[in-house]
């Protein structure tokens, strides 16, 4: 089992930043995806950003530019900095780990989820 706990969400202002951190614990931290999900009140889950264990990143166009994700691999931790950030980025965001496949190829989220980071882009 693997346990994934996030931090970093919080209240930012239209244009603003934020770093959203998760960290990886239990049996299998040796974990092939890692990512980002993102759900906003009354809408689908949608897959924001992902990296797998080799750096290979994926991101949805809505973010491109705009999102990095980056992975520390020793530390089983992924990270996700949002910069120029827009009220309809206001979710909450999931991290997302899959110890052997992609939602990318898979079609579906990995088998492991966080318990979300609330995100509120406001002025």
């Known amino acids: 089992q693997v346990q994934l706990v996030e931090s970093g969400g919080g209240l930012v202002q239209p244009g603003g930043s934020l770093r959203l951190s998760c960290t990886a614990s239990?049996?299998?931290?040796?974990?092939?995806?890692m990512g980002w999900y993102r759900q906003a009140p009354g809408k689908q889950r949608d897959l924001v950003a992902g990296i797998t264990r080799g750096g290979t990143t994926n991101y949805w166009t809505p973010v491109k530019g705009r999102f990095t994700i980056s992975r520390d691999n020793v530390g089983n931790t992924v990270y996700l900095q949002m910069n120029n950030l827009k009220p309809e980025d206001t979710a909450v965001y999931y991290c997302n780990a899959d110890a052997v496949s992609s939602p990318i190829i898979t079609r579906r989220p990995g088998d492991y989820w966080g318990q979300g980071t609330q995100v509120t882009v406001s002025s």
């Open positions: 239990g049996r299998e931290v040796n974990l092939y995806f």
